[in-house]
């Protein structure tokens, strides 16, 4: 199999790649949650931990992938073949982005990830993916938009299918949930830009991106980290707050805004109550050092 590092770079080029999946050389190797939508068709028999629950895959199945839900696939079979495409949701829908796909059920946190394919069914979606790899290969003007269309067709194709009842919740639930919780957080940074600010500012925030009710988040990452979610989101967002204020020239107000203040007021009495100084402070303290 090539390396995931040249998938990794074609993806940023292009935001979409396809490719076959080759036997795995009687190795059972653990796949990580990726940056990029993912669909793979898979023949052989695995085990994959998808949030707070785990799969047993022995057979045929379909597997949709979020990059905001943690996962790893065990591959166990020493023949295991199939295809996979990635994309970025730029890619699928370049010219309106919304949150349809991570509240689809085939993608959401609390969704259906897993297929059962049968013969017949794997015999059409193999088609279909065979297809995605002519067509990123050719020289065809609007081959973005044919791939798209296949993407689409599966998505549409899938809702129809029955979900796997073949998995087990995870002995601790809010060991999983609190894992989604930390990676979804570090996801928020660094901000880069204050024309791009901090979309999640809140545990509500998280918990409806989750798809779970925020209580029932509170109690898992209180319960895993003795810290409470609010305490958690606070930390992380004065930790990027020094960063910006050290490392750029941006004055206070768009630094309030970026970090998702409405006004700068709040901003220097949010830093100041959890570091002891305001943001201008800080930063000329920073630059004397």
Known sequence: MRAVSEY??????????AFQIEDDENATRVYSRKEFYKICLTTGKSKIHYADRSFEADGTILFFGNPHIPYSWETLSTKYVGYTCLFSEDFLDPHNRTESLQQSPLFKLGG??????????????????????????????????????????????????????????????????????????????????????????????????LSVHVNHLNRSVKEVTGKPTTALISDRIIGEAKAILQHTTWNISEVAFALGFDYPTYFNNFFKRHTGSSPSTFRQAEVKA
Not at 8 to 17: A, E, M, P, V
Not at 169 to 186: C, D, G
């Open 8 to 17: 990794n770079t074609r993806l940023k080029l292009k935001g979409f790649n």
């Open 112 to 209: 259906t990830p897993i297929l059962e394919i049968s013969d017949e069914q794997r015999s059409f979606l193999n088609s279909i993916f065979q297809k995605m790899i002519e067509e990123q290969q050719s020289d065809y003007a609007h081959k973005d938009d044919l791939i798209r269309n296949y993407i689409n067709l599966i998505l549409h194709e899938s809702m129809k299918l029955q979900p796997s009842k073949n998995y087990d919740q995870h002995k601790n639930a809010a060991v999983r949930l609190t894992n989604v919780f930390m990676e979804l957080l570090e996801r928020q940074f660094p901000i880069e830009s204050p024309d791009r600010p901090l979309q999640l500012k809140s545990a509500k925030d998280y918990a409806e991106n």
